[in-house]
C-alpha cells in the first residue's frame, strides 16, 4: 500500500466560526465543493460530533472516484477535528484552524495509503500525479468556501455537474 502525508493549507477571509459552522457540517459540502458528489451521515455523534460517522463519495480531476468513510475521533470546537478514515483510503485526517485576524487559517493534514489496487499498482510512477490532483480537489474546496464566506456566487463546472449557490442555500444572508 501506498502512503501519502498530504498538508492542504487554506487562508480564508472569514471568522472562524463561520468557517467551522460550515465545514463542520459535512453533509452540506456537496453543495458547495465542486468535488464532493455525496456525504451520508452513518451516525450524528454526540453533541460536538465525537463518534459521528460522515460516508463519502468524491470525484477528481481524473476519471476516478474514491469512497471512504470518515469516524471523528477527536475535536475541540471550533479549532480541532480529527478523523479515522477507512475504505478507499485508510488512515487518519485531521483540520485546524485559527483565527489570523479578519483571516481564519484552516490546516488539512492527511496521513493515509490507498487501498484500490490499480493507484498501489501504478503507484511508483503516478504518485506525483495523485498528489497533485489532491492539491486541485482542495483548491477548488478553497475557492468554493471563500465565495460562500462572501456571499459570491460561485459556478463551476467539473465533469458535467454545474453547482452554484450563495450563503442562502445555507441560511444566512439575503
Not at 495523485?130 to 492539491?135: G, L, Q, R, Y
Request: charged residues 20%; hydrophobic residues 40%; proline residues 5%.
Amino acid at each position: 500500500m501506498q502512503t501519502y502525508n498530504l498538508t492542504t493549507h487554506w487562508r480564508l477571509q472569514g471568522k472562524l466560526e463561520a468557517v467551522w459552522e460550515i465545514l463542520s457540517k459535512p453533509q452540506l459540502w456537496p453543495k458547495w465543493w465542486p468535488y464532493v458528489e455525496q456525504v451520508s451521515i452513518f451516525y450524528a455523534g454526540d453533541s460536538s460530533g465525537l463518534g459521528a460517522i460522515h460516508c463519502h463519495r468524491w470525484k477528481t480531476c481524473l476519471p476516478y472516484r474514491l469512497q471512504f468513510t470518515l469516524e471523528t475521533t477527536r475535536t475541540k470546537i471550533p479549532v480541532f477535528v480529527e478523523t479515522r478514515v477507512s475504505g478507499d483510503l485508510r488512515g487518519v485526517g485531521r483540520c485546524r484552524l485559527r483565527s489570523a485576524g479578519p483571516v481564519t487559517l484552516v490546516r488539512f493534514d492527511w496521513h493515509v495509503h490507498t487501498t484500490k489496487y490499480w493507484m498501489n499498482l501504478l503507484a511508483p510512477v503516478a504518485r506525483p500525479v495523485f498528489v497533485w490532483n489532491h492539491a486541485r480537489v482542495m483548491a477548488a474546496g478553497e475557492t468554493a468556501l471563500q465565495c460562500l464566506l462572501l456571499d459570491q456566487p460561485f459556478f463551476c463546472s467539473v465533469a458535467r455537474m454545474t453547482s452554484s449557490y450563495s450563503k442562502r442555500d445555507f441560511g444566512g444572508g439575503a
